[in-house]
């Protein structure tokens, strides 16, 4: 037994529990494939070095179906406490700051053909809006690499939350 209750329940759980407990973390069906078929951990730092191992091995479909499965910075998803919380940097901005954002995601999708990712626990909307300006000048490929990095984080952050529950 791990000191991590969650740690012993995901380890113990049916496969269909661990593919929902999973994919309330990330979407990418082939993350949780590969988290899935590492079980049982029993150690939380294998099974975070094992989200990074699938993380950084996504191809670009992979990617985008993790990528998928996030609310759009600026907009917290209501029916998904987890992105609030996440988001909770955002509740405290002024309208600008929330139309900047807006205006950001659109040019950002537009550029990149996808929602921009930040891991943004703990992290002001003002600081995304800095992010999100900066990255606008990332060309796609090095973009690709940064946003597979803040995967790799939020998941991270993600599975903590899940194994001290």
């Known amino acids: 037994m791990s000191s991590a209750p969650g740690l012993d329940r995901l380890d113990a759980a049916s496969a269909e529990e661990a593919i929902r407990l999973l994919g309330e973390v990330c979407a990418s069906r082939a993350w949780i494939g590969a988290l899935l078929a590492a079980r049982p951990y029993g150690d939380p730092e294998k099974l975070y070095a094992r989200s990074d ?15 998928d499965g996030h609310a759009v910075i600026g907009r917290p998803r209501h029916d ?7 988001q909770s940097g955002v ?8 139309a900047d954002l807006r205006a950001g995601n659109i040019a950002y999708e537009q550029r990149f053909g996808h929602v921009f990712l930040i891991c943004a626990s703990g992290r002001s909307a003002a600081e995304m809006l800095a992010e999100l300006r900066h990255r606008l000048d990332n060309d796609p490929a090095s973009e690709w690499e940064v946003t597979r990095e803040e995967l790799r984080k939020i998941n991270r952050l993600r599975l903590e939350g899940l194994i001290s529950a």
């Open 91 to 98: 509740h405290r901005a002024g309208d600008a700051v929330l």
């Open 80 to 86: 998904d406490p987890q992105s609030t919380r996440e």
């Open 53 to 67: 191992e699938a993380v950084a091995i996504l191809t670009a479909d992979d990617l985008q179906e993790a990528i």
